[in-house]
């Protein structure tokens, strides 16, 4: 059984930063493409990036390039997600995934196992 655990949300004001963590448990880390998803109330989750099993790889929905960067300690089986210059249109639940098969994923289905979510709110 895969087991994916985030931390590192929370409120912040505009303009800061927040790290974001998954822990994976279960199976072997490096095996799964990994990816970060967002969903505000009342939307859709919405892709935010992904990452390769060897991390030589990432990729970003262009709404989120610049400010967000995805990274990956195959070690410490977990993916982060860095996000900086922080809005208010970034409060979401933001989770992770991992999928077992397949290279650029960014749509919800591709992805085989997810986290609960952690809440990040932005206040202005």
């Known amino acids: 059984q895969v087991q994916l655990v985030e931390s590192g949300g929370g409120l912040v004001q505009a303009g800061g930063s927040l790290r974001l963590s998954c822990a994976v448990s279960?199976?072997?880390?490096?095996?799964?493409?990994m990816g970060w998803f967002r969903q505000a109330p009342g939307k859709e989750r919405e892709f935010i990036s992904t990452?390769?099993?060897?991390?030589?790889?990432?990729y970003y929905a262009e709404s989120m390039k610049g400010r967000f960067t995805i990274s990956r300690d195959n070690a410490k089986n977990t993916v982060y997600l860095q996000m900086n210059a922080l809005k208010p249109e970034d409060t979401a639940v933001y989770y992770c995934a991992a999928a077992s098969t397949g290279w650029t994923l960014t749509r919800r289905e591709e992805y085989d196992y997810w986290g609960q979510g952690t809440q990040v709110t932005v206040s202005s």
């Open positions: 990452i390769n099993r060897s991390s030589g790889s990432t």
């Open positions: 279960g199976r072997t880390f490096g095996f799964y493409v």
